[in-house]
């Protein structure tokens, strides 16, 4: 069993719908949306939900307000600057600030501070009409969303052994920030989507440092490569030097956004167009190890 | 001015949270669409006044319209899809050659940023 990776460094690149294209060419893979904050890939694949799991990412300060005296201590104690005096004088937490850390609930003299785990978060396996789909759904300002791909990765390798599937293909999330890092980690090869726009590759730049740090294979497409020829010329060259093999150059079109529109992958939407031929050969590149 | 990271992980809630005023910036497909509605969530719970601006308007369909006028939310302007502008968008060229329909709309959103933040 492989598992490929699919990262582009910057967001609006099209990785989520190349992505989709993949799974629908892989008839032997479990997919994995690593991309918890901002989780797209749902939209096509469509999954039907057999188990959601809680995940717990960390603690949440309570005061409550029955029990509270208002002395101000852990209001002057919280180092995150959480806790704020509310319309009624006293003091809240702001559930988006709290790090959970405990300081004021050891510091209260009445006890008034309670502290929550944090439950607001949850994980799904799925079928979907290309096979298994691990995923997740995070709250807004969640911490820990690093360790929640961990463990979706991890539930998508379980899947993977246990459907005897050749492949995990992860969707990454954009940037370089935790949960990047927790979707290279020990991964088989990086999928790089780049856009041939200066932004596009200085990002693209940043996420090969990265990965290379964590010693994975590289291998690039080039998304919107008629944008602008001349820059994607300034790409290959780019690739080259870095040793990293470009494995497919898809052009602009709107038939991305239509077949999402219709919820399909373009290779289910327009199955014999050029693009879906390209995405084929690109695929069928990556799962026989021609590079 | 404030240049947010995407999604609403933490350091998306850091940027917004002293912030007087968000605008979204969005575009009218169905992944964008959906991450809206999720960062509109994010925006309401914190009680953060916001607008929105629809880039690459033409492009999909017209069902975040629909979904702003649903819930009364302000659509600050939209900004027309030209692939002759991502062509300058690429070389990191945003100041030259304008489209004059991408300029007005640019006029017209800070017109009324600045009348709402005034
Ligand atoms: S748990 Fe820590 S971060 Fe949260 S409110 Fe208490 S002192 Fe502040
Ligand atoms: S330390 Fe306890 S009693 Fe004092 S203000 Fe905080 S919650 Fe209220």
């Given at each position: 069993?492989?598992?490929?990776?699919?990262?582009?460094?910057?967001?609006?690149?099209?990785?989520?719908?190349?992505?989709?294209?993949?799974?629908s060419?892989?008839?032997?893979a479990?997919?994995?949306?690593?991309?918890?904050?901002a989780?797209?890939?749902?939209?096509?694949?469509?999954?039907?939900?057999?188990?959601?799991?809680?995940?717990?990412?960390?603690?949440?300060a309570?005061?409550?307000?029955?029990?509270?005296?208002?002395?101000?201590?852990?209001?002057?104690?919280c180092?995150?600057e959480?806790?704020?005096t509310?319309?009624?004088?006293?003091?809240?937490?702001?559930?988006?600030?709290?790090?959970?850390?405990?300081?004021?609930?050891?510091?209260?003299?009445?006890?008034?501070?309670?502290?929550n785990?944090?439950?607001?978060?949850?994980?799904?396996?799925?079928?979907?009409?290309?096979?298994?789909?691990?995923?997740?759904?995070?709250?807004?300002?969640?911490?820990?969303s690093?360790?929640?791909?961990?463990?979706?990765?991890?539930?998508?390798?379980?899947?993977?052994?246990?459907?005897?599937?050749?492949?995990?293909i992860?969707?990454?999330?954009?940037?370089?920030?935790?949960?990047?890092?927790?979707?290279?980690?020990?991964?088989?090869a990086?999928?790089?989507v780049i856009?041939?726009?200066?932004?596009?590759?200085?990002?693209?730049?940043?996420?090969v440092?990265?990965?290379?740090?964590?010693q994975?294979?590289?291998y690039?497409?080039?998304n919107?490569?008629?944008?602008?020829s001349?820059?994607?010329?300034?790409?290959e060259?780019?690739?080259?030097?870095?040793?990293?093999?470009?494995?497919?150059?898809?052009?602009?079109?709107?038939?991305?956004?239509?077949?999402?529109?219709?919820?399909?992958?373009?290779?289910?939407?327009?199955?014999?167009?050029?693009?879906?031929?390209?995405?084929?050969?690109?695929?069928?590149?990556?799962?026989?190890n021609?590079? | 001015?404030l240049d947010?990271?995407?999604?609403?992980?933490?350091?998306?809630?850091?940027?917004?949270?002293?912030?007087?005023?968000?605008?979204?910036?969005?575009e009218?497909?169905?992944?964008?669409?959906?991450?809206?509605?999720?960062t509109?969530?994010?925006?309401?719970?914190?009680h953060?006044?916001?607008?929105?601006?629809v880039?690459?308007?033409?492009?999909?369909?017209?069902?975040?319209?629909?979904?702003?006028?649903?819930?009364?939310?302000?659509?600050?302007?939209?900004?027309?899809?030209?692939?002759?502008?991502?062509?300058?968008?690429?070389?990191?060229?945003?100041?030259?050659?304008i489209?004059?329909?991408?300029?007005?709309?640019?006029?017209?959103?800070?017109?009324?940023?600045?009348?709402?933040?005034?």
């Amino acid at each position: 069993m492989k598992e490929i990776t699919i990262l582009s460094g910057k967001g609006g690149t099209g990785k989520t719908s190349i992505t989709a294209a993949l799974a629908s060419l892989a008839t032997n893979a479990v997919f994995c949306d690593n991309d918890v904050d901002a989780a797209d890939l749902h939209l096509i694949l469509k999954p039907d939900i057999k188990e959601t799991h809680p995940f717990d990412s960390g603690s949440l300060a309570f005061i409550n307000p029955e029990e509270c005296t208002n002395c101000g201590t852990c209001q002057e104690a919280c180092r995150f600057e959480a806790i704020f005096t509310n319309e009624a004088g006293f003091p809240e937490v702001n559930p988006y600030q709290c790090e959970g850390c405990r300081l004021c609930e050891r510091l209260c003299p009445v006890g008034a501070i309670q502290i929550n785990q944090n439950l607001n978060n949850q994980w799904f396996v799925s079928n979907t009409r290309f096979g298994t789909m691990v995923h997740a759904k995070m709250g807004p300002g969640e911490e820990n969303s690093g360790r929640l791909v961990t463990q979706i990765r991890e539930k998508a390798k379980e899947m993977a052994r246990e459907n005897k599937a050749q492949f995990v293909i992860n969707d990454g999330p954009p940037g370089i920030g935790c949960t990047a890092i927790s979707s290279i980690t020990g991964t088989n090869a990086v999928l790089l989507v780049i856009e041939p726009t200066i932004s596009g590759l200085h990002d693209a730049k940043r996420l090969v440092e990265l990965v290379n740090s964590f010693q994975v294979p590289l291998y690039a497409i080039i998304n919107k490569h008629d944008i602008n020829s001349e820059f994607t010329a300034t790409v290959e060259r780019y690739l080259g030097d870095t040793n990293i093999p470009l494995v497919g150059k898809i052009p602009f079109s709107e038939l991305f956004v239509e077949s999402m529109l219709h919820e399909k992958s373009l290779v289910e939407y327009v199955p014999d167009h050029p693009i879906s031929l390209n995405l084929k050969t690109i695929w069928e590149k990556i799962s026989t190890n021609q590079i | 001015m404030l240049d947010a990271p995407p999604g609403t992980s933490c350091p998306v809630v850091e940027t917004v949270s002293t912030a007087d005023y968000v605008v979204l910036v969005t575009e009218p497909t169905p992944f964008g669409l959906h991450d809206l509605k999720i960062t509109v969530e994010l925006l309401k719970e914190i009680h953060k006044p916001f607008g929105v601006v629809v880039n690459k308007a033409g492009l999909g369909n017209d069902d975040i319209y629909r979904f702003l006028e649903e819930n009364n939310i302000g659509l600050l302007g939209k900004i027309p899809f030209s692939k002759a502008y991502a062509e300058n968008y690429s070389r990191g060229a945003l100041f030259e050659n304008i489209p004059n329909e991408i300029e007005q709309s640019y006029h017209s959103i800070i017109g009324k940023l600045a009348t709402i933040i005034n």
